[in-house]
């Protein structure tokens, strides 16, 4: 099953990213294309232009022209360079509706240009901010201007007229405000919000009502460009982008016309219908414009209109099956919710996982270079005897009256007689050798007592130089090391982040189906992995009241994928009612039982001896033991100290034969006492029971198999005693049923009588009858006690492991009723 599964699983995202990679080469082409139709349409400034000329005839509730106004205050708030040709545009637009329509264009123009000018001499900055009460000022003042200039009296009526085409203003000026700069090139290609569709649907509408009245033969152009913009909405967007939009626009027509508010009811009900048969292609769109002309049609002029309802949707369907698809398929891309939406979402989220991967190979790479320089280069060791010997004739032979005599004719004798003084002086020697050098010395030079002090002094010097030196160089190779395991990390983050999530849309699908086939309500699947052993899904279903995640999904999820899962997290809903999240995962192959007993030397509280289990990710477990030298706080602490840096370093990614290096560099470092911590390390691999072993001047460990006891150790050092060593890893594979015993030199070298303290161990763990760790170590620590004689003479910790196979709580089961359709669908 899991064969058939996975090798359909390849070939279908083999498939679908072929198609994928099809599809984005396309949408280069067109997205050049469409960019360059764009930029010839708003580079002459033609839509700004015919929007100006269109909203100054756009009149709504037969005298309220509430866009111009707005579109002025829009433009002028935007700074374009061509505001007064797009200003004039809207004084065109009124000349052609009236001369008074015309005047009142101008006269808002002027009062708003003043308004503005005053209010920015006293608040230049957020021009946004004030904009609309700007607008709504300008536009009451300029309606009862109007008002009074045309009929020469004011009434109540007037008044109310005004401010409530003056609100309506302000509402018109936030919409454009959102709008309108949407259709400069100044603004990048974004995904937009479904507010920001609706103001730009509104924008449009405010401009189709300014061709109300226009007609080209026997069409109404505002009808035939109303419902050519819904079929455009519902083929790119869906159901309810289309109701929405035909809605909006038959809302503002019906407002500029009352002879069209049936116009309303025609488009919603075509948009829907269009947005329903999209998946039909454009065909199925214009069936949904065609049915709705038909039923609405009749509703709104009877069966004596209904000739020009066809005529005007006829014309309206050439116009859409002659737009090409790539223009539809780009207005998809901004509208949320749709595959192209999806698709530019992705893109997006590919390309800043791309520059952020190359950010961090970058610094991987960086660090890399600066391991590379901070490491101590490799140099020979040059003798620096002629560097002494300079140092010390320059302070004594240098004004001496033998110097031509001990320097150029006993020159071998007199460097001989000074390189075995500063011999003396290193490493000292027996009192006879050291009298009878300084005998021979006082033969050869005059200034005898005066030498061997500089000498002294001089090596005292260098000594101190040399170990400066090596202080320097094991700093410069912690830092490398440090430098090293961080761009290593890097690295492998890098890795990590250039694996997309798998398209595993048609398995989600398959997984789905099935746990509905069998009464489980799941509301959705989402599959971020399917490899073996490192399989991760999230599922969304409702409260999980009785364990079904556990019971019955987690089990067939083990069926269909063929090895064993658990539930890893369930986090529930914050509202009340709402679905749960639940995240399933691999199991572990092995499960690690273990048990720990400890004792402080003498029976005190504070034992020098610490211990830590921790896990690495979700599939590795860590033992560790630390015994700092002595007993007391300070042994304790520093054991402590050992095994946090350890548990930070590891956790962090860096190779445990890395962490173990620089963490014994930094103890080496820290302090010039002689505190040092021995290290016994165990890394277990969960999924195929793989272990290493580092041990830092620790105790063997012993693994019990069966009816066997064998032994495991190694020569290292503790941690902090010297600077530069090689660390011995040693890899075991453990089988199901093993022990493993580690053990602090408390309990290894208590019994004092017994020579062969090997042999002794291996016999205790072998006649113990009980497999239970927390048994097995509290009965060793029992006997230690009690071969001792009771007492404790130093600090003792062991702990005990025990790994086996893992056994699944619940057995994973198959539905039949569900299989058939796996099956075929295989």
């Known amino acids: 099953m899991i064969q058939k599964y996975g090798n359909a699983a390849a070939g279908t995202a083999d498939s679908y990213m072929t198609k994928e990679r099809t599809i984005q080469q396309k949408t280069k082409g067109e997205r050049s294309f469409q960019t360059f139709l764009l930029g010839i349409f708003f580079r002459t400034d033609l839509f700004f232009l015919a929007a100006g000329f269109l909203l100054g005839r756009a009149v709504i509730i037969t005298s309220l022209t509430p866009f111009v106004l707005p579109f002025f205050a829009t433009v002028f708030w935007m700074k374009r360079r061509r505001r007064w040709a797009d200003s004039i545009a809207v004084l065109a637009g009124g000349l052609t509706l009236s001369v ?48 009074a200039a045309f009929t020469l009296n004011l009434v109540w009526t007037d008044v109310l007229t005004a401010g409530a085409e003056a609100s309506l203003s302000v509402l018109v000026t936030l919409i454009f405000l959102q709008s309108v700069p949407l259709m400069s090139t100044r603004v990048n290609h974004k995904l937009f919000r479904n507010e920001e569709i609706i103001c730009f649907v509104i924008l449009i509408s405010s401009v189709l009502a300014g061709t109300i009245g226009w007609h080209m033969y026997m069409l109404s152009v505002d009808h035939v460009l109303a419902r050519y913009a819904v079929l455009l909405f519902a083929y790119a967007g869906g159901a309810a982008i289309g109701s929405t939009v035909g809605v909006v626009i038959g809302l503002i027509l019906g407002l500029a016309s009352v002879t069209s508010l049936y116009q309303m009811s025609l488009l919603a009900f075509s948009g829907v219908l269009g947005g329903l048969l999209k998946e039909s292609g454009k065909a199925g769109v214009a069936g949904g414009l065609l049915i709705a002309t038909l039923l609405i049609g009749v509703y709104g002029n009877g069966y004596a209109g209904l000739s020009n309802e066809f005529a005007d949707s006829a014309a ?74 300079s140092k010390v004739t320059a302070r004594t032979c240098q004004n001496c009256f033998k110097k031509e005599s001990c320097w150029v004719k006993n020159f071998d004798q007199t460097q001989q007689l000074m ?23 006082r033969e050869h030079c005059s200034k005898a007592d005066k030498t061997v002090e500089a000498i002294r002094k001089e090596q005292g010097l260098s000594e101190l130089q040399e170990k400066m030196r090596r202080n320097v160089q094991e700093s410069r190779r912690l830092v490398a090391d440090q430098l090293k395991g961080v761009s290593q990390v890097m690295g492998d983050f890098a890795n990590e982040m250039k694996r997309e999530r798998g398209l595993h849309e048609w398995q989600e699908e398959m997984i789905l189906s099935r746990l509905n086939g069998i009464g489980l309500r799941v509301e959705s699947i989402e599959i971020y992995n399917l490899e073996t052993g490192a399989i991760d899904i999230e599922a969304m279903l409702p409260n999980d009241q009785y364990g079904a995640c556990e019971k019955v999904i987690a089990p067939l999820l083990s069926d269909i994928l063929g090895e064993s899962i658990v539930v890893e997290k369930k986090q529930a809903s914050d509202l009340p009612g709402g679905p749960s999240r639940v995240v399933f995962i691999s199991a572990r192959a092995y499960d690690l039982e273990t048990g720990v007993a400890t004792a402080a030397r003498g029976g005190g ?50 190779h445990e034969t890395l962490a173990i290096k620089s963490i014994n560099s930094i103890l080496s470092l820290r302090s ?43 020569g290292n050092l503790p941690i902090g005693i010297i600077r530069d060593f090689n660390i011995d890893v040693k890899a075991e594979q453990l089988k199901s049923g093993d022990l493993l015993i580690m053990m602090s030199d408390g309990i290894f070298e208590a019994p004092k009588h017994i020579e062969n303290k090997e042999v002794w161990v291996k016999r205790k763990i072998k006649e113990m009858q009980t497999n239970d760790p927390q048994e097995i170590a509290d009965l060793l620590l029992e006997e230690v006690i009690r071969v001792g004689d009771g007492r404790i003479n130093d600090d003792m910790t062991v702990i005990v492991a025990r790994i086996s196979h893992h056994i699944p709580e619940w057995s994973s089961f198959s539905s039949e009723g569900s299989a058939k359709h796996f099956s075929k669908a295989e």
């Not at 099956?321 to 192209?340: D, H, N, V, Y």
Request: aromatic content about 10%; charged content about 25%; some cysteine.
């Open 316 to 389: 309206a369907l050439l116009l859409f099956l002659l737009t090409p698809k790539r223009f539809i398929r780009q207005m998809a891309s901004f509208i949320p919710g749709t595959r192209e939406y999806q698709a530019e979402q992705q893109l997006y989220v590919r390309k800043l996982r791309d520059v952020t991967v190359g950010r961090v190979e970058q610094f991987s790479g960086l660090f890399q270079s600066l391991a590379k320089s901070f490491y101590p280069p490799v140099e020979e060791e040059a003798s620096d005897d002629d560097l002494f010997l």
């Open 672 to 714: 010039t006492e002689e505190i040092y911590a021995t290290l016994d390390l165990a890394l277990i691999d969960l999924q195929n029971a793989t272990s290493k072993f580092l041990k830092i001047g620790s105790n063997p460990s012993f693994i019990k198999r069966g009816g066997r006891v064998f032994m495991l150790d190694s």
């Open 100 to 147: 008074g329509q015309a005047f009142y264009a101008l006269l808002g123009l002027l009062i708003f240009l003043a308004a503005r000018r005053i209010v920015m001499i006293f608040h230049p900055a957020h021009e946004d901010r004030w904009l609309p009460v700007l607008v709504f000022v300008s536009g009451f003042t300029v309606r009862l201007l109007c008002q």
């Open 605 to 654: 509280l504070v034992s020098g001896d610490n211990y830590s289990l921790f896990e690495i990710g979700s599939k590795k477990c860590v033992l560790a033991i630390s015994d700092g030298m002595g007993h007391g706080e300070r042994a304790a602490m520093e054991s402590q100290d050992t095994l946090q840096l350890l548990k930070k370093v590891l956790k962090s990614g860096i």
């Open 419 to 441: 390189l075995e003084l500063r011999e003396e002086a290193r490493t000292g020697g027996s009192k006879e050798d050291r009298v009878q050098l300084y005998r021979r010395w």
